[in-house]
């Protein structure tokens, strides 16, 4: 059950980044080494399950595997024809119900027992290997453990100690491990710890998930530290793991950039985007589904980019393309020196097949650009944009938020939840009592939406719940009107692009930790056996210093990400990747973040971000990676974070109905402390 010792550390040969370490373990270290000469055939089946197939497909294209001599790729689950004539690989989780075989986790004991005792299966099998690897690379920085319910799992009501609660806990766990298994990475553990209680408040289960799961993933670390060959015995990394109440407006704000902004405004089932194009018979136009990944230089390039800066790269490079090449400029006709359609780049295609691709690449942006601005045109984003990011800086309040529910009554619902979302997330005191039976009035909104707001404004840090001097509780909002300005403006750089000025909190954190300043006692540490010396070792102290000197922490946040596209200020994809793979042997040891309960697109741009300001490795880990869309329809569900109690609605809501409840079991899912508590939450 071993692993053969490849060169994935960030310490030696050429660097590699995470995922491309993802791709060649699976393309070489299990595909290639199934090659052996006494092979049946030249080609192998590959069969895989519902998980590894994901695991293969974020790694790997069919064309890398057919490479490794796989022809055929099968569903262990489906019913299939069978070939004696060819090896089989199989690449599956392990278990009862499962040749080279590869496990995507570690093998139980018993397994390994049973299958060891079976003789009529012991003599068929080529190879049984724990590949340790069951994360799903989703970029060249990010991975998710596939948790996507991990919120309902996790931090619902009566799940602790249940077998869902269990298992979402122990696959994430293991899923976490596998990624420092596949990098030969033994990480520095910290995890976001509960905020300090005096003697009068009560701990919840809810508080103390970071540290179970922290907990999870070094017991996964200490067998590896005894079961893989060559595997790191001292820290070479560090791995700092949150939950999603450590910034809970990152999911729901509009974020500007490129890539953000096709998730959030776009119809798109993950990455893929639905393209028309002209039918080659003059007919309707065709609807063609194309990825936007990182095999698309165009999109590369620009998924970081501020719209605005996306939409004049494309627009430059639309001319250069007209100006450099001489068949185009003869297919642009007398139209030349005029704005180049989508259209005519469509029709240029089939006109010059030699062109086609890189035509096609640049029409497929310019008509997502084009569409992205005609709706923040129509819905009128600019305006509600400016307002959001004012509130979070603590340049709006109230009283504008008011006004623009009065003015723009025009606004969509959604985008009006979103901003009443944010305002309680900051001001949550200003929906006590029947002020928020009046904000829904006034937003126009329906009892599933405002049931989204009051999962946001009980997210986090927004009630204390204290024992009484009766052995009752009382539940008091924070009634001091609180400034909120968490994210604040760095000063030093000048603003190049309007809606650039939010930051997510994991930026500050990261940087913190990087230069050895992140609160010990905030955020604890598993390796140090002794929590009370701040949570550090002193391992650790020696790696904060042996970490190159990085570029100013104060600098103005977004203005260095949405800078003109003549400045290359190192932090757009395709000049991270130029200068990691430059200037390898000046980066420093790899930062894991893992958030429970998902993550945003404006986190993973962060980490790119500080991978080069840094000179660190930045790698985003999430059960899930969330837009906006799928954050509220999750925040709406009276199934949802913190479905709404029918006593407050009816003591907050006066003349309002309240939710019918019966035959219906409300989870009241929270990220929670304990002054977050519902009253009928506290159960003694």
């Given at each position: 059950m071993s692993m053969s010792d490849s060169d994935s550390s960030s310490h030696g040969g050429d660097y590699k980044n995470f995922r491309q370490i993802s791709r060649d373990r699976l393309l070489h270290e299990m595909l290639r080494s199934a090659k052996t000469g006494d092979s049946k055939s030249t080609w192998k089946v590959l069969i895989m399950d519902k998980v590894t197939v994901k695991v293969m497909s974020y790694s790997c294209k069919m064309a890398d595997i057919t490479e490794e001599g796989v022809s055929l790729v099968e569903d262990l689950y489906r019913r299939r024809q069978p070939l004696p004539s060819m090896d089989a690989i199989y690449f599956i989780q392990p278990s009862?119900?499962?040749?080279?075989?590869?496990?995507?986790?570690?093998?139980?004991?018993?397994?390994?027992?049973?299958?060891?005792?079976?003789?009529?299966?012991?003599?068929?099998?080529?190879?049984?290997?724990?590949?340790?690897?069951?994360?799903?690379?989703?970029?060249?920085?990010?991975?998710?453990?596939?948790?996507?319910?991990?919120?309902?799992?996790?931090?619902?009501?009566?799940?602790?100690?249940?077998?869902?609660?269990?298992?979402?806990?122990?696959?994430?766990?293991?899923?976490?491990?596998?990624?420092?298994?596949?990098?030969?990475?033994?990480?520095?553990?910290?995890?976001?710890?509960?905020?300090?209680?005096d003697a009068s408040t009560m701990t919840t289960f809810r508080d103390l998930i970071p540290t179970k799961l922290a907990a999870a993933v070094w017991n996964c670390l200490t067998k590896y530290k005894t079961t893989i060959p060559n595997y790191p015995q001292t820290e070479t990394c560090e791995l700092l793991i949150l939950d999603r109440s450590v910034d809970q407006i990152a999911p729901v704000i509009h974020e500007w950039t490129y890539d953000a902004m096709c998730h959030d405004l776009l119809n798109m089932d993950g990455n893929k985007y639905v393209h028309e194009v002209p039918s080659k018979t003059g007919g309707q136009p065709e609807k063609k589904d194309v990825l936007l990944e990182d095999h698309d230089p165009v999109w590369l390039e620009l998924r970081h980019a501020h719209i605005a800066d996306a939409s004049e790269r494309l627009h430059e490079k639309m001319t250069n393309f007209i100006s450099k090449n001489k068949?185009?400029?003869?297919?642009?006709?007398?139209?030349?020196?005029?704005?180049?359609?989508?259209?005519?780049?469509?029709?240029?295609?089939?006109?010059?097949?030699?062109?086609?691709?890189?035509?096609?690449?640049?029409?497929?942006?310019?008509?997502?650009?084009?569409?992205?601005?005609?709706?923040?045109?129509?819905?009128?984003?600019?305006?509600?944009?400016?307002?959001?990011?004012?509130?979070?800086?603590?340049?709006a309040g109230t009283k504008e938020v008011i006004n623009f529910l009065r003015t723009k009554q025009d606004a969509t619902p959604e985008n009006k939840l979103r901003l009443l979302m944010i305002y309680a997330a900051l001001y949550p005191e200003k929906f006590e009592g029947d002020k928020g039976l009046k904000l829904m009035q006034l937003a126009r909104i329906s009892s599933d939406d405002m049931n989204a707001v009051n999962n946001m404004r009980l997210l986090e840090g927004s009630s204390n719940t204290k024992k009484t001097s009766t052995g009752g509780f009382s539940l008091k909002f924070d009634v001091q009107k609180r400034k909120h300005a968490a994210r604040k403006d760095r000063t030093g750089e000048e603003e190049t692009w309007q809606l650039s000025r939010f930051y997510p909190m994991i930026e500050e954190l990261i940087e913190k930790?990087?230069?050895?300043?992140?609160?010990?006692?905030?955020?604890?540490?598993?390796?140090?056996p002794s929590p009370t010396v701040h949570g550090t070792t002193q391992g650790a102290s020696i790696r904060t210093s042996q970490v190159p000197a990085a570029h100013s922490m104060r600098s103005r946040r977004t203005a260095t990400w949405a800078r003109p596209r003549g400045s290359d200020d190192g932090y757009s994809s395709d000049s991270i990747l130029r200068h990691v793979s430059s200037d390898f042997k000046k980066m420093g040891q790899r930062i894991f973040v893992f958030i429970i309960g998902g993550a945003t697109r404006s986190e993973l741009r962060v980490c790119h971000k500080l991978t080069t300001k840094l000179k660190r490795e930045i790698v985003l880990g999430s059960s899930s990676i969330d837009d906006p869309p799928q954050f509220m329809t999750f925040l709406q569900a009276k199934e949802g974070l913190v479905a709404i109690n029918v006593e407050i609605w009816a003591s907050q809501m006066p003349g309002v109905a309240a939710p019918d409840v019966s035959g219906c079991a409300l989870q009241k899912l929270k990220l929670l402390t304990a002054q977050e508590l519902l009253l009928d939450d506290l159960r003694i």
């Open positions: 009862k119900e499962k040749a080279f075989v590869f496990f995507s986790s570690p093998i139980p004991k018993e397994l390994v027992n049973q299958i060891k005792n079976d003789t009529s299966v012991l003599p068929r099998i080529g190879a049984l290997r724990e590949m340790n690897l069951e994360y799903f690379a989703i970029d060249s920085q990010g991975f998710i453990t596939d948790n996507e319910r991990a919120l309902e799992e996790l931090f619902g009501d009566n799940v602790e100690n249940s077998r869902i609660y269990d298992a979402c806990l122990n696959t994430m766990a293991t899923r976490i491990a596998s990624v420092f298994a596949s990098l030969r990475e033994f990480p520095c553990v910290r995890y976001r710890a509960p905020k300090d209680l068949a185009a400029q003869i297919q642009h006709g007398s139209r030349d020196g005029s704005e180049l359609s989508t259209r005519d780049l469509q029709k240029m295609v089939q006109a010059l097949p030699q062109y086609s691709e890189q035509i096609d690449k640049l029409s497929l942006h310019v008509e997502i650009a084009g569409k992205i601005n005609r709706i923040i045109r129509e819905l009128g984003l600019r305006e509600l944009g400016q307002l959001e990011q004012d509130l979070v800086f603590g340049d930790l990087s230069k050895g300043e992140l609160p010990k006692n905030e955020y604890l540490c598993m390796n140090d």
